[in-house]
């Protein structure tokens, strides 16, 4: 009789716990985590832009962003990438990344805490004369 009423026990606070952890997820996008959230697959990029928001969260949460950036083998001068985003304290940036015409890539994946309507943003610069780019990333929600 103590094992049933155990195992019972153990069933109703287990439902619990997962009525909990439902419940404080509701306002997110995603029904279950990690979820993509947002990407992009630019390539032949030749402009440089400023603080391109690539995803803005509903919520506050944890985030892993997956990249590659690469330089075509046009032009002279380099690229550089920098992402950003703002936490509980303040504004955060990962880079700046310089990469040169022909053989150059970067690559990673990094989490980060952002805000609720704080957008995760990209700005790409250029030093001098024509070139080429691609950029790929991934945005997914952890929790």
């Known amino acids: 009789m103590k094992r049933c009423l155990l195992v019972g026990a153990f069933l109703i606070a287990s439902s619990v716990i997962g009525f909990s952890q ?58 550089i990438f920098t992402w950003n985003w703002t936490d509980d304290l303040k504004t955060e940036s990962f880079g700046p990344f310089e990469l040169y015409p022909g053989d150059y890539f970067n690559d990673g994946i990094w989490g980060m805490r952002v805000l609720a309507g704080t957008p995760i943003t990209y700005t790409v610069t250029r030093t001098a004369g ?12 952890l929790q």
Not at 130 to 141: I, K, R
Request: hydrophobic share 35%; glycine share 6%; aromatic share 16%.
């Open 22 to 79: 439902e419940a404080r997820n509701e306002s997110s996008p995603c029904a279950s985590f990690p979820c993509v959230v947002a990407s992009i697959a630019l390539t032949d990029q030749t402009m440089s832009v400023y603080q391109v928001p690539i995803y803005t969260p509903p919520t506050s949460g944890l985030f892993r962003v997956v990249y590659y950036e690469e330089s075509l083998p046009t032009g002279f001068g380099f690229w």
């Open 130 to 141: 024509p070139g080429t780019y691609n950029l790929f990333a991934t945005v997914e929600q």
